[in-house]
């Protein structure tokens, strides 16, 4: 019988401990494969940052350098730039790198530092209690907006990928979503590039990743995975909002 579907090298053959429904298993699936498929496993450091993007370690078969919260973007800087044949990655949440982290990812991505960084939005702090973050849709209900996220009081969610597109460091800004088999796909193709550009170039690449968190949105999975369609992907578009490579392939 032909094998047509197995556990990547690149990921522990270990049980997930994430709350049912919530999509950084699926992620970590898709990270662990284009490690493979690339030929990467052994020269990467993944660098996680608090959250629950910190458990990076317990999955993925590589070295991981766990960071303050929202300093990932330093520690890979420094990572990278001690050792430059490494391809290093940073995993993060909303809460983290578009909170306390925005002043280093942004000024990472600015500097155009050779490293991947993983972006994966759930619209809330997921380890902590489900507070507003950053991303928070409008309405939204959380542990620190109980009557829902004001755009007079709160401010509007952030689209980081689009931010991020505006600065000439870098090379590659999307967003994907992996709520259906062809966002899915989409989101393997979109991290597959962005390796590369680093693999291949040594160029700063963005991926924002919309998920789910069924426990603080207080939903079961299905109705959680529903809403990326539904409200998420509406508030932040999927696509392709920066590619030096395609741009300059156009000259």
């Known amino acids: 019988m032909q094998t047509v579907f197995e556990r990547p090298q690149s990921l522990k053959d ?10 950084h298993g699926l992620i970590h699936r898709l990270v662990a494969q284009n490690l493979d498929r690339l030929g990467l496993q052994q ?27 929202g300093r990932a973007p330093a520690v890979a800087t420094g990572a990278k730039r001690v050792q430059s044949d490494k391809f290093v990655f940073t995993y993060q949440g909303d809460g983290d790198l ?28 997921g380890m902590t ?27 509007h969610p952030i689209r980081m990928a689009e931010l991020l597109a505006q ?16 966002h899915v796909r989409q989101a393997d193709k979109a991290i597959e590039k962005a ?11 963005f991926v924002e990743i919309l998920s789910t968190c069924p426990t603080n949105w207080g939903m079961d999975p299905r109705r959680a995975n529903a809403r990326v ?20 392939g156009n000259q």
Do not use: W
């Open 195 to 205: 390796f590369r550009l680093q693999r291949d170039e040594g160029r700063f690449a």
């Open 98 to 125: 578009a909170a306390i982290g925005t002043s280093e990812i942004i000024h990472a991505a600015n500097r155009g530092e050779a490293f991947s960084v993983l972006f994966v939005n759930n619209t809330t702090y």
């Open 43 to 69: 020269q990467t450091i993944g660098v996680a940052s608090v959250g629950c993007s910190v458990f990076l370690y317990a999955y993925l078969d590589v070295d991981v350098i766990e960071s303050p919260h």
């Open 229 to 248: 369609a539904e409200e998420m992907i509406p508030c932040f578009p999927l696509g392709i909002f920066k590619d030096t490579q395609s741009q300059e």
């Open 129 to 155: 209690g489900g507070q507003m973050a950053p991303t928070t849709l409008l309405g939204q209900e959380s542990a620190t907006s109980p009557g829902g996220r004001s755009a007079e009081r709160d401010g």
């Open 14 to 23: 270990v049980p997930s401990h994430f709350c049912p429904g919530c999509h």
């Open 167 to 182: 600065l000439d460091g870098v090379a590659y800004s999307t967003r994907v979503a992996v709520d259906s088999p062809q």
